[in-house]
């Protein structure tokens, strides 16, 4: 009998990094051990005191090696694991997450002069302050008929790679000249565990404009963008890029000590949380939506070609699996609609009643919601609380519920919230049905798939198709991180030779699944009718009130 | 000297009634009494048991005995009045309320044979059981090109006379041949208060199909609703009608015993609420609108001649004022909508946020809402939450709300709420405008604009126009009933000759008035263009969503 070998996944998240150790031959969780980030998001003041522009969203990067020096070594210990039998280490993480380093990879808000400049830092995914610069880059990329508009379905976003870098050259001129690097997250943390810089692809793919085989957008296109961003990507990004699941270095030795971990054990390659936990969804090909239902909603589905989708986010050769075309579409409000509604409109009876009933106030909520069947609440929502990413991508959407009467009670307006969400994956799941990329059923991961059931039921009624869920839905993105890893490692060193073989043995789906309920799914075919006249009546400029209402408050805040 | 005279004005509402005694000299206010009814609305058991249908809304006479006998006796007492000083007694009812008598007056109700026919009973204005009935009397007129369609704006209403009295016909046709009388509530107290007969020609021209110099529908048509309905008019409801403001008799023995007041104390004809209402807050001739401002809201208009203008309620000769056709409009939505917010939609943390300050929580969100600035919250509101009653006429319509995002704080609701009444309102206006009645200014009256001042201000805004408030909107009803009967003493016993001279003694405003701010008027400009926009793209036929939507209610809840 062989001793069983181990692989340790890390999800560097937004409020916290995660921890598990993992049995590589069935992808059993031996630990898992979260570690809140200390500073956690900066959006008001810097550590070291400053103030920030609205819009902010920082990170402190000392907060990740809180994560790497508590988080393992206790996984290890509660997993009662041997640093012998680990035979890989992965890293998922947040993204587009950026830094600016020096040549070493050291953080330049490490360095005392540059602590008190705010880009110095670890620039969040959820920064939202660079829309002029990715309007600049759009601009000029529309001009001059760049690849990577039709990449992302027309629209680079201001969370993205070169929108930041482009940010930090307007508003920090001496950062930018400083930084001998600029780096993603998911790039940055391999490189501090194995001190080599190897950048995976698709985080370039889907972030940064670098397509396989053609590589990034000419000198002449950064020239135009800003005369000092011409050579960003021979300077500061490089032009070489690494395969998902494959071995990027080995652990440092400044690492090793600080883990518990061999030094040289194999580090894979880094990869987007949320690309990370498809194949720990069990999704490696194409025909299973993948979908990570959080705060916001990611869909991810794999093709073997390049098609154009209306309104896709990005569409990357090897991206998600390597072999395949991978497809990525979204909705920038899920969870947080949901958590609007508990926050601003229940009413204190919601409250008193599930308190008579021991129940938190959302479960009580969630049952009111359950009794009513499809059509009875009356009502329709469009779920455009923060904008619609896919497939019309317009940020300056918002959202709209219609048919209220005087007795429509709170639990009405709940359950339209979470039917117009399952309306807005539908959308984009015939968006990319409409160009031959099809769905047969759909496996959902993160937070809300383990706690919100009527959720999951009204997206099988409303998609008609099965809706499987992963195993341990909420840990997915480091179970990803572990499954890279393993396959980093090899089948020759007791892991696998593919990401799609790594997942077959490591991933797995709970038993349960919800199946679409005919007599439910065709009232919601008459209300997605309701839902696509009214999706182009307000989002394809029949009627731009939504635009005006937002124009009109930002005229008036700006008096 | 001479001694002051007094005047006593009793209001008939929904809940309660409440009587008041005023000086005839200058309307002030001397004694207030209100008496809820014991049994109040009847809408689940009979008193003497016997489950009711939905939609049913029926009284017990008795109650509104009971404002007499406890009432009329207290307020003099409290006001120091004595009873010669009493001049004359009026009253205005809820309309319209349908009564079935025997030939004496007695309801059927009373008598033990009819005790278990709810049908039997007052059926309250808010009765809406008669549906199917309104709907036949609007195809039967449609058909014969009745001219209480064009009354009526184009559509009878089930709440009305006729609705009601064909629904006693087809559900207990017994009570139909028992009754020797079917009358109207504000009839039927002055019959009893005076042993006489005499209804008026408001009531008979706004709910009963009445028009001055033509009289009622021909018998041909009511064959034609019912064969058992061809001789109701000469059977059962009569053809004489008097002004508003008139004598209809002397207070009969047995009520001056039972209040107190002398035997032979004249009293006028009965009167709407709602209609009496307006000369109490001054308004007695063309150009100022009267709204009351309640659970919904009514809008009355003067004109010198009578225009067809679209979905009004009801346009009647003399029907508010003698010499001018009154104009009827209305919101089915107002203070109501507030309340389903109130009730429906408040989260927690305001409740408790408002604790804090020591505030009822309703005070606290205006006092947020009031910081906002119009087109601030981003929010755009359709009143709709009770359907449209003017200008669509259309209870099939329903609420709706736009422009929602992920920090849409519950004062922003509210706000948008408040704006809609006022959105609708405004619609209203425009209508009367187009047919070249004007609208100088509004003068508010009911509940809401004696404790709701954002309200107010908003309507000035969003109007244009100076909003003035009667001096004591919450009994504008009761005092307008003493103005009805100072005008029924006449100038000889110290009355008045005219329901405008009574009013311009007798009503009073505020010193305190709205004006429209100009940089606000601009804001709500922009806003009404959108909210007209969405008003014809929902009510008038290009999408009938809201439409299907409540029939898929209806036709979920039937399975």
Redesign the interface.
Known sequence: MTTDKYVIGIDFGTESGRVVVVRVRDGEEMAAVVVRYPDGVLDETLPGGGQLEPDTALQNPRDYFLVLERGVPQALKQAGVKANDVIALGTDFTSCTVFSTTQDGTPLCFLPKYRREPLAWAILWKHHAAQPEADRLNDIGRERDEEFIRMYGGKYSSEWFFAKVLQILNDSPEVYEAASRLIEGTDWIVWQLTGQEKRNNSTAGYKAMWVKGKGFPERGFFRAVHPRLENVIQEKVGTEFYPLGTPAGGLAARWARATGLREGTPVSTGVADGHASIPASTVTKPGSLSMVMGTSFVQMLMGRERRIVEGICGVVEDGIVPGYWGYEAGQY?GG??FA?FF???????A?SQAKKLKLPFTAWLEKQAAAL????????AVDW??GNRCVLVDADL?????????S???EA?FRALLEAAAFGTRQIIDAFDAMGLHTQDVVACGGLPAKNRLLMQIYADVLGREIKVAKHPQTCSALGAAIHAATAASRQAGGYDSIAEAAAHMAHLRSETYRPRPENQK?YN??FQ?FR??HD??GRGV?D??K???A??R???A?
């Open positions: 409000a947080d609609m609007w926050d601003h409109a229940v009413p204190a009876h409250r069947r499809p059509g009875e609440s009356g009502l329709l609380w923060n918002s959202g709209l519920l219609i048919g209220a009467t005087l429509t009670p709170p307006i009232i008459r209300l309701e006249i009214l009546y307000f009627n009130v939504m005006r209402l937002k009109l408050r005229e008036i805040l008096l």
